[in-house]
């Protein structure tokens, strides 16, 4: 039996399509689909014929439903660096994405987490469907958002990208157009006949882009970010977790009760990582954010929480994880510090030669 492509990757018309072809796994991606991508979009860039990228998802589910979390759970277990090469490659790919020289329109109809949010969000275009379900939920498996979420988060409006990175709100359609995370609706009706549109359109005036994906948007209904965007930011703002905790307990309302309900559920260690790390990138360039995301993925291997967090949400699915240490006040600010340490001459910023 033939086995199916990872990812489907051709020329239509005028644009290079790539699909995401796994639909069982919700097209999560493998280092393999990595490497595959950036071979495709590294020829693209020098084909005169090409004028913009579209990606998009196998299946109705998911988009991306993130990456291979539990090979890197076994990469950090077996003590290998098939884990740091899995980053290193998908780190090169957001990279290759962000600088991209043309037009790249992922459309994140479906399940967008963890790194299907890195092969998205750094792209020029990012059209929403009805089913958009858009969310970094890394710090419920001991984890930091990274594929460049140390980059977008801080740069959305007020402290939504501390509360999406903090707690792993998942946002819809509408949320993700009024946050700036997509730049376009589709309703999902459409996509294919928004695709087909693409693949024959010649787009290389100024504003076909634009005038296409007008011509197929919509109303994507209510976003909730405007009755929350007040609370957010006065909940979330500052440099430290527990000040924040401790205004959304004085704050006492059914909104700021779910988050602490919800924090209360994920790892100490990941949320004080998480914030020093969505600090830190503020003000760092996306090449030195990516350089920062590897060096923080690297340590999480070196600790208990991300194993145990695999362990409660993907092997056992217990969802009960025991996070070690168990509260805000026992973590180690100093190995938090140690966590943005260089790597090794070995392991260091290879992702961007």
């Not at 639909?23 to 950036?38: E, V």
């Not at 196998?58 to 980053?87: P, Q, R, T, V, Y």
């Not at 089913?131 to 939504?160: Q, S």
């Not at 009960?320 to 240490?325: D, H, I, N, Q, T």
Request: proline residues 4%; contains cysteine.
């Amino acid at each position: 039996m033939t086995q199916e492509p990872e990812i489907i990757a051709r020329k239509c018309g005028h644009v290079g399509r790539i699909t995401l072809n796994r639909p069982k796994a919700l097209n999560a991606l493998t280092h393999g689909m990595c490497l595959a991508m950036i071979e495709a979009l590294q020829a693209w860039a020098e084909d005169d014929a090409v004028q913009a990228i579209v990606v998009d998802g196998a299946g109705e589910k998911g988009f991306c439903a993130g990456g291979d979390i539990l090979k890197l759970h076994d990469s950090g277990k077996a003590g290998n660096d098939d884990a740091w090469l899995f980053w290193r490659d998908e780190y090169r790919l957001n990279t290759l994405i962000h600088d991209y020289p043309k037009p790249y329109v992922a459309l994140i109809d479906g399940i967008v987490m963890g790194g299907g949010v890195g092969v998205s969000v750094h792209g020029s275009h990012r059209v929403a469907g009805d089913r958009t379900m858009f969310a970094m939920p890394e710090t419920g498996i001991g984890f930091h958002p990274d594929v460049g979420g140390a980059w977008f988060l801080p740069r959305l409006g007020g402290e939504i990208g501390t509360w999406m990175g903090l707690t792993g709100a998942r946002l819809k359609a509408a949320d993700c157009i009024a946050a700036g995370l997509a730049t376009h609706y589709c309703p999902s009706a459409q996509t294919d006949a928004l695709i087909a549109a693409l693949e024959c359109a010649d787009l290389s005036g100024e504003d076909a882009l634009e005038v296409l994906l007008e011509e197929f948007s919509g109303d994507p209904g209510d976003s909730d970010l405007a009755l929350t965007r007040t609370l957010i930011d006065a909940a979330f703002a500052g440099d430290s977790v527990e000040p924040m905790i401790e205004r959304m307990a004085a704050a006492g309302d059914a909104w700021s009760t779910k988050q602490l309900k919800i924090l209360a559920g994920k790892s100490p260690t990941a949320l004080k990582l998480t914030l020093a790390a969505l600090r830190a990138g503020a003000d760092l360039s996306f090449e030195g954010v990516m350089r920062q995301d590897l060096r923080l993925s690297a340590w999480c291997l070196t600790g208990q929480d991300f194993y145990e967090g695999v362990r409660a949400v993907i092997i056992d699915k217990d969802n009960a994880p025991v996070w070690s240490p168990a509260t805000l006040a026992e973590v180690d600010d100093l190995a938090i510090a140690a966590a943005f340490a260089p790597l090794d001459d070995a392991h260091e910023m290879t992702f961007l030669d």
